[in-house]
C-alpha cells in the first residue's frame, strides 16, 4: 500500500493546467482567472446619492432646522446640468447624480414637504451621504490578480468595468464511463443479478460540481473491446477521463486489462478506506481516472484524488480541500489497519460556536445512502478510533467546488 499523500503527488504530476482561453463573462462563473484586470474606470463612475432625500449645499444647513425651496428632481440616470444655488435643495433618488453645486444629501426621513419647500430636521455635514467616483474601483487599481478564482460578485464587478470577455483557465470537459455486466441503466426492470449504474450520474454531478463540464460516455459492459472503444472516443473529445469499476483484483476487471494495454497508468492500492484501489495515469496523454466501483469508494476517491486533479487543471492554485477540526458527538470506532479511514458523517455547528460530527449512517463502501446524507468525510488515522467529546479532523464535502 502506498500513502494518500504519494497517490495525490502522482495525480498532480500529471494533471497540469490547461492553456488559457478568452470566454464571455457570461460562461466564466466557476472559472480561474489568467489575466491581472485593471482598470480603466472608477466605479462609481460619478458622485452619486447613497440615499433617497434632497441635495443640499451643507452650508446652507448649518442652522437646523431650516427651510430650502425645492427647484428640481433628480432620478438614477438622469444627468443633472444646473446647479443649485444658495437656499436651494433638489429632491434626488438613490444613485442619482450629486447636481452641480450640491455637496451634501439629507435623507428623506430627516425632512417635511410644504408645497415646494423642505424642511430639514438636522444639519449633516459635507460630503453627508454622498458616494464619490472611484469609492469602489479607482482607474488603474490592479482589480484582480491571476489565479483568482470566479464567483458570483467577481462577474459583477467585472461587468461594472464594462467588460465583456475575459481570460481563462478553460472549463475542463470531463468524460465518464461506467462498467459493468451487472449495471442497468435504461429503466428496465433488473433480471436477477443486475443492479442500477449509479455511479455515473454521481460523478457526472460531482464533475459539474466542482465547476467542469461532464460528458457521459455511457456504459460499457465486461468486455475489452467495448471498454477500449469507449475509452479512445473518451481521451479523443475529452480533457480527462473518469472510469468507474473494474480497477480492483477482481476476474472480471477489464477496465485494468484495457487500460495496462493502451495507456500509461498506475495501478494503486492506498492505505485508506473505502477507495483502496485507484488507478491514475494517462491514454494519449490525456489524464484517466480509473475510480473504484463501489459507489462510496468511488465517491471518495474522486473527493481525494478527482477533485484536487480537476482543480489543478482548471487552473486553480489551492487544490486540496484543507481539513478543518470538529468534535465528534459519538464514538467513531475503528480498528488498527495501517489505514487512514474516511468515515461518512454530518456535521453541525454546535451551540459552543465549533462543528461537531455524527455519522451519516452505515459504513460499508457500498453504502451510497448514508455517503449522500453525509456533509463531511471525518478522517480517522491508524488506531483505534476517537471517542465521543474527542477531537477529530474532517473534510467538508464539496467545499471546493466552483
Ligand atoms: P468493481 O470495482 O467493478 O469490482 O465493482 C465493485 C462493486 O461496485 C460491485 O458491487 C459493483 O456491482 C459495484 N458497482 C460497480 N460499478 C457501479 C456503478 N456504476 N453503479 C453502482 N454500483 C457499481
Ligand atoms: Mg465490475
Same mark, same amino acid.
Not at 290 to 319: A, I, T
Not at 371 to 379: D, F, I, R, T, Y
Given at each position: 500500500?502506498?500513502?494518500?499523500?504519494? =497517490?495525490? *503527488?502522482? +495525480?498532480? &504530476?500529471?494533471?497540469?493546467?490547461? %492553456?488559457?482561453?478568452?470566454?464571455?463573462? @457570461?460562461?466564466? $462563473? #466557476?472559472?480561474?482567472?489568467?489575466?491581472?484586470?485593471?482598470?480603466?474606470?472608477?466605479?462609481?463612475?460619478?458622485?452619486?446619492?447613497?440615499?433617497?432625500?434632497?441635495?443640499?449645499?451643507?452650508?446652507?444647513?448649518?442652522?437646523?432646522?431650516?427651510?430650502?425651496?425645492?427647484?428640481?428632481?433628480?432620478?438614477?440616470?438622469?444627468?443633472?446640468?444646473?446647479?443649485?444655488?444658495?437656499?436651494?435643495?433638489?429632491?434626488?433618488?438613490?444613485?442619482?447624480?450629486?447636481?452641480?453645486?450640491?455637496?451634501?444629501?439629507?435623507?428623506?426621513?430627516?425632512?417635511?414637504?410644504?408645497?415646494?419647500?423642505?424642511?430639514?430636521?438636522?444639519?449633516?455635514?459635507?460630503?453627508?451621504?454622498?458616494?464619490? =467616483?472611484? *469609492?469602489? +474601483?479607482? &482607474?488603474?487599481?490592479?482589480?484582480? %490578480?491571476?489565479?483568482?478564482?470566479?464567483? @458570483?460578485?467577481? $462577474? #459583477?464587478?467585472?461587468?461594472?468595468?464594462?467588460?465583456?470577455?475575459?481570460?481563462?483557465?478553460?472549463?475542463?470537459?470531463?468524460?465518464?464511463?461506467?462498467?459493468?455486466?451487472?449495471?442497468?441503466?435504461?429503466?428496465?426492470?433488473?433480471?436477477?443479478?443486475?443492479?442500477?449504474?449509479?455511479?455515473?450520474?454521481?460523478?457526472?454531478?460531482?464533475?459539474?460540481?466542482?465547476?467542469?463540464?461532464?460528458?457521459?460516455?455511457?456504459?460499457?459492459?465486461?468486455?475489452?473491446?467495448?471498454?477500449?472503444?469507449?475509452?479512445?472516443?473518451?481521451?479523443?473529445?475529452?480533457?480527462?477521463?473518469?472510469?468507474?469499476?473494474?480497477?480492483?483484483?477482481?476476474?472480471?476487471?477489464?477496465?485494468?486489462?484495457?487500460?495496462?494495454?493502451?495507456?500509461?497508468?498506475?495501478?494503486?492500492?492506498?492505505?485508506?478506506?473505502?477507495?483502496?484501489?485507484?488507478?491514475?495515469?494517462?491514454?494519449?496523454?490525456?489524464?484517466?481516472?480509473?475510480?473504484?466501483?463501489?459507489?462510496?469508494?468511488?465517491?471518495?476517491?474522486?473527493?481525494?484524488?478527482?477533485?484536487?486533479?480537476?482543480?489543478?487543471?482548471?487552473?486553480?492554485?489551492?487544490?486540496?480541500?484543507?481539513?478543518?477540526?470538529?468534535?465528534?458527538?459519538?464514538?467513531?470506532?475503528?480498528?488498527?489497519?495501517?489505514?487512514?479511514?474516511?468515515?461518512?458523517?454530518?456535521?453541525?455547528?454546535?451551540?459552543?460556536?465549533?462543528?461537531?460530527?455524527?455519522?451519516?449512517?452505515?459504513?460499508?463502501?457500498?453504502?451510497?445512502?448514508?455517503?449522500?446524507?453525509?456533509?463531511?468525510?471525518?478522517?480517522?488515522?491508524?488506531?483505534?478510533?476517537?471517542?465521543?467529546?474527542?477531537?477529530?479532523?474532517?473534510?467538508?464535502?464539496?467545499?471546493?467546488?466552483?
Amino acid at each position: 500500500m502506498i500513502s494518500l499523500d504519494e =497517490a495525490l *503527488d502522482f +495525480v498532480l &504530476s500529471l494533471t497540469p493546467r490547461r %492553456e488559457p482561453t478568452v470566454v464571455p463573462v @457570461a460562461e466564466a $462563473l #466557476g472559472l480561474v482567472l489568467a489575466q491581472d484586470v485593471v482598470s480603466d474606470v472608477a466605479i462609481p463612475p460619478f458622485d452619486n446619492t447613497a440615499m433617497d432625500g434632497f441635495a443640499v449645499r451643507a452650508a446652507d444647513v448649518v442652522e437646523a432646522p431650516c427651510d430650502l425651496s425645492i427647484v428640481g428632481t433628480v432620478a438614477a440616470g438622469d444627468n443633472p446640468t444646473d446647479a443649485i444655488g444658495p437656499g436651494e435643495a433638489v429632491r434626488i433618488m438613490t444613485g442619482a447624480v450629486i447636481p452641480p453645486g450640491a455637496d451634501a444629501v439629507v435623507m428623506v426621513e430627516l425632512t417635511s414637504v410644504d408645497g415646494d419647500v423642505v424642511r430639514l430636521d438636522e444639519s449633516v455635514p459635507l460630503g453627508n451621504h454622498i458616494r464619490p =467616483a472611484g *469609492d469602489d +474601483v479607482q &482607474s488603474g487599481d490592479l482589480v484582480f %490578480e491571476r489565479g483568482e478564482p470566479l464567483g @458570483a460578485g467577481h $462577474l #459583477g464587478v467585472l461587468c461594472s468595468l464594462g467588460l465583456t470577455e475575459v481570460q481563462v483557465y478553460p472549463r475542463l470537459r470531463i468524460g465518464v464511463i461506467s462498467t459493468g455486466d451487472e449495471l442497468v441503466d435504461d429503466g428496465a426492470p433488473l433480471q436477477p443479478g443486475q443492479i442500477r449504474d449509479s455511479n455515473r450520474r454521481t460523478l457526472l454531478s460531482l464533475v459539474a460540481q466542482a465547476g467542469a463540464e461532464g460528458v457521459d460516455l455511457g456504459l460499457a459492459r465486461d468486455d475489452e473491446e467495448v471498454i477500449e472503444a469507449a475509452l479512445r472516443n473518451g481521451v479523443a473529445q475529452c480533457d480527462a477521463v473518469m472510469t468507474t469499476g473494474g480497477v480492483s483484483m477482481g476476474d472480471f476487471d477489464y477496465v485494468k486489462a484495457v487500460l495496462s494495454r493502451i495507456g500509461e497508468m498506475r495501478w494503486m492500492q492506498i492505505a485508506i478506506k473505502p477507495a483502496k484501489p485507484f488507478a491514475f495515469g494517462t491514454v494519449d496523454g490525456v489524464p484517466v481516472f480509473g475510480f473504484p466501483g463501489n459507489p462510496v469508494s468511488c465517491m471518495v476517491s474522486f473527493e481525494l484524488f478527482g477533485r484536487p486533479g480537476v482543480r489543478q487543471m482548471m487552473g486553480f492554485d489551492e487544490v486540496i480541500v484543507p481539513r478543518i477540526n470538529a468534535v465528534a458527538d459519538e464514538d467513531l470506532d475503528r480498528r488498527v489497519d495501517g489505514k487512514t479511514h474516511f468515515l461518512r458523517a454530518r456535521a453541525t455547528y454546535g451551540t459552543d460556536g465549533r462543528l461537531h460530527v455524527r455519522l451519516a449512517g452505515g459504513q460499508g463502501s457500498h453504502m451510497l445512502w448514508a455517503m449522500a446524507k453525509a456533509n463531511v468525510l471525518a478522517a480517522l488515522p491508524n488506531g483505534d478510533g476517537v471517542s465521543a467529546g474527542g477531537e477529530v479532523e474532517i473534510i467538508l464535502l464539496g467545499a471546493a467546488g466552483a
